[in-house]
Nanobody, 120 residues
Framework: QVQPVESGGGLVQAGGSLRLSCATS???????MGWFRQAPGKEREFVASITWRGIIVYADSVKGRFTISRNNARNTMALQMNSLKPEDTAVYYC???????????????WGQGTQVAVSS
């Protein structure tokens, strides 16, 4: 397995919570791990990232509501999403990259995505 695999998406009411997980291979190593999302008709956008050393960056739209974490020994990552809003509805993608950051070009391994739907 080289491609990341996401899990944990689903349907939740506004104000609810979901936890996304991402499983990757040993290739991840010290690469930065990140979450992106893409809503229907919109560009894929950055959500959060975490470096191997634990430096975290969040998009302004999710600060205070989402928490990113990773387990370096297992090459896994999680995204705890609380206080979900309808505008959080999107396909969420896990990605890893040597560059990282908040732009898509910083990542070169992408998962297939997991759907998150938040009802009002």
């Amino acid at each position: 397995q080289v491609q990341p695999v996401e899990s944990g998406g689903g349907l939740v009411q506004a104000g609810g919570s979901l936890r996304l997980s991402c499983a990757t291979s040993e290739r991840t190593g010290t690469r930065t791990m990140g979450w992106f999302r893409q809503a229907p008709g919109k560009e894929r956008e950055f959500v959060a990232s975490i470096t191997w050393r634990g430096i975290i960056v969040y998009a302004d739209s999710v600060k205070g509501r989402f928490t990113i974490s990773r387990n370096n020994a297992r090459n896994t990552m999680a995204l705890q999403m609380n206080s979900l809003k309808p505008e959080d509805t999107a396909v969420y993608y896990c990605a890893t990259g040597a560059v990282g950051g908040d732009l898509r070009w910083g990542y070169d391994d992408w998962g297939q995505g997991t759907q998150v739907a938040v009802s009002s």
